[in-house]
């Protein structure tokens, strides 16, 4: 049973187009959150979403927008694509614990290709 | 800002050997993890490191953290072909995950 999943695995799109990335957790989480792995690996946090706050980073375009339609979904929506946004994009879970393991659970990931 | 550097990038060793992977970051913090990434594929939660001195093993994988010197490191002890992976260090500077910054990764190829 996967813990943290993604649709689509592979995305590829047009630029300008719309397109949006399904996520969903089954492992009772507080928090979801939007990565994004460029060609070089590195890793970035786009958003965290919890309990309908959502904190965003600053860095990302808002182009970008995430939806939490409940608790354990947390979609990425992206509007007017450019050929920068290709990536990796991961979802991932964690459940938060003052002073406690907040290690998070990562999705399979979702490569975006925009042409 | 909170940087992460993690050294060696790349590593290439043969199996049988020992290595250790080093990760250095700019800023307090008393809580670090370390994740494997398989080419192609997701992140997988390797170890929580959550105060000074602490020291955890899964396997030929041993991870520690110094809060102190900011520096944890991932000691490879008797490198097997299914290690070859990229292995990340995040550090966390806040009370919840979004403020987990993630070291540029290891490329990490254990060869015969």
């Known amino acids: 049973d996967t813990a943290v999943s993604q649709t689509p695995k592979y995305l590829v799109t047009q630029m300008g187009n719309d397109k949006s990335i399904k996520c969903e957790q089954n492992l009772g989480h507080d928090t979801m959150y939007w990565y994004k792995q460029d060609s070089k690996k590195f890793l970035k946090i786009m958003f965290s979403y919890n309990n309908k706050e959502l904190i965003i980073n600053e860095t990302v375009p808002n182009r970008f927008s995430p939806k939490s339609p409940d608790k354990a979904h947390l979609n990425l929506h992206i509007n007017s694509l450019e050929l920068g946004d290709s990536a990796v994009y991961f979802c991932a879970s964690s459940q938060d614990e003052t002073g406690g393991d907040t290690e998070a659970f990562f999705g399979q990931g979702t490569r975006l290709t925009v042409v | 800002e909170l940087k992460v550097e993690q050294n060696p990038l790349f590593l290439s060793m043969q199996e049988g050997k020992n290595y250790t992977i080093y990760c250095n970051y700019s800023t307090t913090s008393d809580r670090l993890y370390w994740y494997r990434q398989d080419p192609g594929k997701s992140l997988e939660s390797l170890f929580v490191?959550?105060?000074?001195?602490a020291v955890k093993q899964e396997g030929r994988l041993m991870a520690s953290l110094d809060t102190k010197a900011r520096l944890s490191t991932l000691h490879i002890t008797a490198a097997v072909h299914d290690l070859s992976a990229t292995y990340f260090c995040a550090v966390d500077i806040g009370t919840s995950y979004d403020k987990v910054i993630f070291g540029p990764g290891t490329s990490l190829s254990v060869i015969p």
């Open positions: 490191l959550l105060s000074n001195g």
